[in-house]
């Protein structure tokens, strides 16, 4: 039983657009919700995450809105760049902080020229 | 080094064979955790440890699995009587402390024939 849900395995989007990912899960315990990048033949790439007492969270381009009463969380990526096309994966923990993640499927994400 | 550094980077084994996957965290990292991804899934957690001691083993999926990590830097993950279904990449990841981002080295990607 997925308590991660990505929906979409994948994303194709143009150059300076906006991506959104989403990601939902059922596990109400979950209190820390992570995106990660990951390009092929590496590890993943942490890129920003958000705690369940916040409802955003910015970095430069890369935005996480938090739905709780929804069980929904989604990454917006504006202005879209080539050098994103990987795979993202959503991941989230029932204890604040990187123990135990518990991890989406993905959702590869190509953003086009 | 810079980086988490997993040695080695494919190991291929026969059924039933021992194998010993090493890990060498960010100098300094308390916290470090070994995952596995299956082909098409996300990662999915085996271990954490912080220092030299297991604070979480939940994850190993049956007493053919262990990991050790004697002086609180190196891990090493070990699997007995290895199966077919351990074929995966094993992530090894580490951080500062649990409630820091975690960087994840490159993997090893095993397959048992």
């Known amino acids: 039983d997925q308590q991660v849900k990505q929906n979409s395995p994948s994303l194709s989007v143009q150059e300076g657009r906006i991506s959104i990912l989403n990601c939902d899960y059922t596990n109400s315990m979950f209190d820390y919700f992570l995106w990660y990048k990951k390009y092929p033949a590496e590890g993943p790439t942490f890129l920003i995450s958000?705690?369940?007492i916040k409802d955003k969270n910015e970095d430069g381009r890369f935005t996480v809105f938090l739905n709780k009463s929804a069980k929904h969380l989604s990454l917006h990526i504006v202005p879209s760049q080539p050098g994103d096309s990987a795979v993202y994966f959503c991941a989230a923990s029932a204890q604040y902080g990187n123990r135990k993640l518990i991890w989406g499927l993905g959702t590869s994400l190509a953003v086009n020229p | 080094g810079a980086g988490v550094s997993q040695t080695p980077s494919n190991k291929v084994t026969e059924k039933g064979k021992y194998v010993e996957l090493r890990c060498d965290p960010i100098s300094g990292h308390t916290a470090l955790y070994w995952y596995r991804q299956s082909l098409g899934q996300g990662p999915e957690f085996l271990i954490y440890?912080?220092?030299?001691?297991?604070?979480?083993d939940s994850g190993l999926p049956n007493d053919r699995f262990f990991a050790v990590r004697p002086e609180g830097s190196v891990s090493t993950l070990k699997i007995q009587r290895t199966e077919r279904g351990d074929s995966a990449v094993y992530l090894c990841a580490s951080s500062p402390s649990e409630n820091t981002e975690a960087f994840f080295g490159q993997g090893t990607r095993l397959t048992v024939v």
């Open positions: 440890f912080q220092g030299t001691g297991a604070a979480d």
């Open positions: 958000i705690s369940s």
